[in-house]
């Protein structure tokens, strides 16, 4: 087997891991914020509401403590996709470059990525700022992949080795396209209409995106 790609970018969320990292850190505050912060998630990830009009007004509602940014990682694990780890092994042993770029928090991930052998140098998502009261409310500075055009943008600035795959299930991912050589839409976790549409190829499982990233 060999590689299509020099490059291939993962999405987290909903890709690598069957979870949606904030929507989960939402659960911890109870059934009605866990409700609104899914219906914001699902909205910005179906292209409706671009996703900066929903980050903060998540954050801010949900407050996350640095103690529940650890159980977070630890969640990411535990709905780690079938047969991600083994595709991410296979392609970095066939000298294919791996990259995770994730509109979710840093903290969270960068245990996860670890695992899964992605050095931190090659994961991009969002950080955030503590407050005085400890709590994790506000993005730190200007953080790009907290916006609808942050994951083009930073595909863009990387300058990959081509040919770049991008593998993802939501309008961000989609939102890469142009700026990349292939976009696959990752939907066995969620499948929407509009990522499908404009994807060169849709996976349905690990399975299926190994057949489209190897010949
Ligand atoms: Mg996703």
């Known amino acids: 087997m060999l590689p299509r790609f020099k490059t291939v970018v993962f999405d987290v969320d909903s ?19 866990a409700q609104q912060s899914e219906e914001l998630t699902a909205r910005a990830m179906a292209g409706e509401l671009p996703i900066e009009a929903v980050y903060t007004t998540r954050l801010e509602r949900i407050r996350p403590t640095a103690q529940e940014l650890l159980l977070l990682a630890d969640a990411y694990q535990e709905a780690v996709e079938p047969g991600a780890r083994e ?30 052998g992605v050095p931190v140098d090659r994961v991009h998502a969002v950080s955030l700022a503590q407050d005085e009261d400890g709590t994790f409310s506000r993005l730190d500075g200007d953080q790009p992949l907290a916006t609808q055009q942050g994951k083009p943008l930073t595909v ?32 066995r976790v969620a499948r929407r209409e509009k990522v499908v549409a404009v994807a060169d190829a849709e996976a349905a499982d690990f399975e299926a995106l190994r057949a489209l990233l190897f010949v």
């Open 15 to 33: 890709t690598l891991a069957a979870i949606e990292g904030i929507d989960w850190l939402a659960t911890l505050r109870g059934p009605e914020i």
């Open 87 to 116: 595709l991410i092994a296979e392609l970095q042993q066939a000298h294919v470059q791996v990259h995770l770029l994730s509109g979710g928090l840093r903290p969270g991930i960068i245990p996860f990525a670890l695992q899964l």
């Open 156 to 187: 863009q600035r990387l300058q990959l080795r081509r040919p770049v795959a991008m593998v993802g299930d939501g309008s961000t991912d989609a939102a890469v396209r142009g700026v990349v050589d292939n976009f696959y839409a990752y939907t």
